[in-house]
Nanobody
Framework: QVQLVESGGGLVQPGGSLNLSCAASGFSFMYRTINWYRQAPGKEREFVATINSSGGTIDYADSVKGRFKISRDNAKSTAYLRMNNLKPQDTAVYYC?????????WGRGTQVTVSS
């Protein structure tokens, strides 16, 4: 079955960095777009970044542009989210997502807390 497993979250001070990973299995990773979303306490889940199958098309939410970098390694079936200059408002659970044929797949998420 499709599995997405996020890791790399933690507690970091404002201005710090984290590198999230999304390990995928159960599907042909190299052919699928991968997205990162996040959900802060009391808020709706929101889009963060997306990368297409080849890595040639990438987009970001305005709130993270210039600070976050999405990438992927198709040989390892893993996607990454490098987060720099983190701010308290980046505090959220970060989720990896993919989907096809009208079906969405999500990981369980990894907690990122930005606090001094």
């Amino acid at each position: 079955q499709v599995q997405l497993v996020e890791s790399g979250g933690g507690l970091v001070q404002p201005g710090g960095s984290l590198n999230l990973s999304c390990a995928a299995s159960g599907f042909s990773f190299m052919y699928r777009t991968i997205n990162w979303y996040r959900q802060a306490p009391g808020k709706e889940r929101e889009f963060v970044a997306t990368i297409n199958s080849s890595g040639g098309t990438i987009d970001y939410a305005d709130s993270v542009k210039g600070r976050f970098k999405i990438s992927r390694d198709n040989a390892k079936s893993t996607a990454y989210l490098r987060m720099n200059n983190l701010k308290p408002q980046d505090t959220a659970v970060y989720y990896c997502n993919t989907g096809w044929a009208g079906e969405d797949f999500w990981g369980r998420g990894t907690q990122v807390t930005v606090s001094s």
